[in-house]
């Protein structure tokens, strides 16, 4: 294992699963299947290329492997530990543009500072961030000044049943959620015509998190790995439960802690339902995810959309 994949593998915030070669990932959850899952565009080759809180890079390296040019990755990038709500830390992205020998570009001042790039982009994606803006109508306008073609808006959306046009959830880490009405008008307004609003069904996703992810029980003395195949660094006193994000050999990676050997923890899997894997056997698993949907749909009042707007000259 070369010295730059040892220090992704003991970087211990990765928050996208982003691949590596030789069948290693970052040890983050947030991973490609989501450029298919939400209608990203698969022609980017020669396009020029905006991504909007682009976090660790997963989008922006994508980008360029399908042949994107120019790439800013765009977020409010700090040197240290980040945290969602106010940033994050631009050190993963940085491991990966060395390891991948990019040339993406990486903007650290997000939305609000698009201005300072100085460009427009035929396609930008804004993905899983507006939920966390509190200046909505700033962060749109910022968009048309950056676009000059197509811009993919996907998230957590209110429902237009709902008697309020933005909502700020109490006990949520997100800040606010929209009705997709309110965005395409905030779009429109800004010289964009709306292509399509499509609802995007995110059962498949949570299923197979539930499904994939164990928990795992670290016990008392778990020893703590700074990489698989290494000697331990510590020794953990006190036991904690937490969810590991990615398994190499007999290693589980454990987020923001580094990495357990599977005899020392405790490992279990969740058991789908009757349900799902009836519908599996079937053939009816998509039956089964708009049931899910619908389920969630009422219980929280929100579901994740994607709009899809073009910037008219
Ligand atoms: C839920 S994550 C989504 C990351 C990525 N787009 C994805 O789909 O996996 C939200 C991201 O938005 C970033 N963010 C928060 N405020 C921002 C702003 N004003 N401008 C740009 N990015 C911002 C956060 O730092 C974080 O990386």
Redesign the pocket.
């Known amino acids: 294992m070369n010295e730059q994949l040892q220090r992704i593998l003991s970087y211990p915030l990765w ?2 699963c982003i691949d590596l070669g030789n069948g290693y990932t970052t040890t983050g959850r ?1 991973n490609k299947a ?1 450029w298919k899952g939400l209608h990203f565009p698969d022609d980017v080759k020669g396009k020029s290329f905006l ?5 660790d890079g ?2 922006s390296f994508m980008a360029e492997q399908k042949g994107a040019v120019p790439i800013v990755a ?3 990038y700090k040197d240290t530990i ?1 945290s ?1 709500e ?3 830390s631009d050190e993963g992205i940085n491991l990966l543009k060395e390891y991948f020998n990019s040339n993406i570009l990486i903007h650290k001042n ?3 500072h698009l201005n300072e790039l100085n460009m427009q982009f035929d396609v930008i ?1 804004v ?3 507006i939920n ?2 509190d200046d909505i109508e700033l ?1 749109i306008k910022n968009l048309a000044l950056a676009s000059k073609g197509s811009v993919y808006i996907s998230d957590g959306f209110l429902l237009e049943t709902n008697l309020k046009d933005s909502i700020t959830p109490e006990n949520m880490p997100i800040r606010s959620l929209y009705k997709p009405s309110v965005i395409t008008s905030l779009l429109k307004k800004n010289g964009f015509k709306i292509d399509a609003v499509t609802e995007i069904n995110y059962q498949p996703f949570f299923i197979n998190d539930f499904i994939n992810f164990p928990t795992i029980k670290l016990n008392e003395h778990t020893k703590i790995y700074k990489l698989p195949f290494t000697d331990s660094d510590f020794i953990l006193s006190g036991a904690v439960k937490q969810i590991s994000y990615c398994k190499v050999g007999n290693f589980y990676h454990v987020f923001q802690l580094g990495w357990v050997h599977k005899n020392d923890v405790t490992v279990s899997y969740y058991k789908p339902s009757k349900f799902y894997t009836l519908s599996k056997l079937t053939g009816l698993l998509n039956i089964y995810y708009s049931f899910l949907n619908y389920k969630f749909k009422r219980k929280n009042n929100y579901t994740y959309f994607i709009i899809k707007a073009t910037k008219l000259n």
Do not use: E, P, T
Request: hydrophobic share 50%; charged share 15%.
């Open positions: 928050r996208q947030v989501l991504d909007i809180g682009a976090n997963l989008f765009s977020d409010l980040g969602m106010d940033g994050w997000g939305i609000y994606l993905n899983h961030i966390w803006l962060a």
